[in-house]
């Protein structure tokens, strides 16, 4: 197999969704990877087509730099790439990706010695809209507002706590599927869960932000603002 292309900064559009026909795009992950062990190039490129857009998403909450998160993307599926032969399917492929952008995420903050600034909003590109309705110049000055307050606030956490909220409220993986991915147990995901939401709970009514409204959700962040005061959900 030759190594897959990637997509480049115009927001992560693959070479090969082009390329792909539908037929493929109706193959589970299973049946792609087993393709793609057998030589397949055309089966991972779907992969990566498919994936792409959460892997870079789930490395910017990470990091909060658009350059490294598209390092960090380019590197998760080079490695599965080379270690494709090697899955042995215990797991669900888009989990051993996950768990192979978490573990680079956390090299590179220790190895740039820098720390992460997690981004709250929608690391597609677009903001969020609620009930489908178009939002107002008002909507996206108060999300802006309150994006900076929770990448405030998301600092105060470690980065355990950080990547489980990430994954768990941006990305909707089960806790199960954590355990799998940070390679801890069960109890362990809820409780780094638990204790970040708190202390972002602390953060957040210290800076004037109350509930109850949905913060997040595996599209995105949700924002919503009622009677000029900033409102926003972190209980569960």
């Known amino acids: 197999m030759t190594e897959p292309r990637y997509a480049q900064a115009d927001g992560l559009k693959s070479t090969a969704a082009n390329r792909a026909g539908p037929l493929a795009m109706q193959r589970t992950d299973e049946e792609l990877v087993a393709l793609s062990i057998g030589g397949d190039d055309a089966s991972f490129n779907q992969l990566v087509t498919r994936w792409e857009r959460s892997i870079y998403a789930l490395a910017f909450r990470m990091l909060g730099r658009e350059e490294d998160a598209r390092e960090i993307c380019q590197e998760t599926f080079l490695r599965a790439f080379r270690g494709i032969k090697g899955f042995k399917g215990q797991a669900k492929f888009s989990s051993w990706l996950y768990r192979i952008a978490v573990n680079l995420c956390r090299d590179w903050m220790r190895r740039e010695r820098r720390s992460s600034m997690v981004i709250p909003l929608d690391a597609e590109g677009e903001p969020p809209q609620l009930d489908g309705s178009l ?102």
């Open 135 to 236: 939002d107002t110049a008002e909507d996206v000055a108060v999300r802006r507002d309150l994006g900076r307050v929770i990448t405030e606030a998301m600092t105060a956490l470690s980065e355990e706590q950080r990547s489980t909220i990430v994954l768990k409220e941006y990305h909707g993986l089960t806790f199960r599927e954590i355990a799998d991915i940070q390679g801890c147990p069960l109890s362990t995901v809820k409780t780094r869960l638990y204790q970040g939401l708190s202390i972002l709970r602390q953060r957040l009514q210290r800076s004037g932000v109350q509930g109850p409204v949905p913060v997040s959700g595996p599209r995105g962040t949700a924002w919503m603002a009622r009677g000029g005061r900033r409102v926003v959900n972190l209980d569960r």
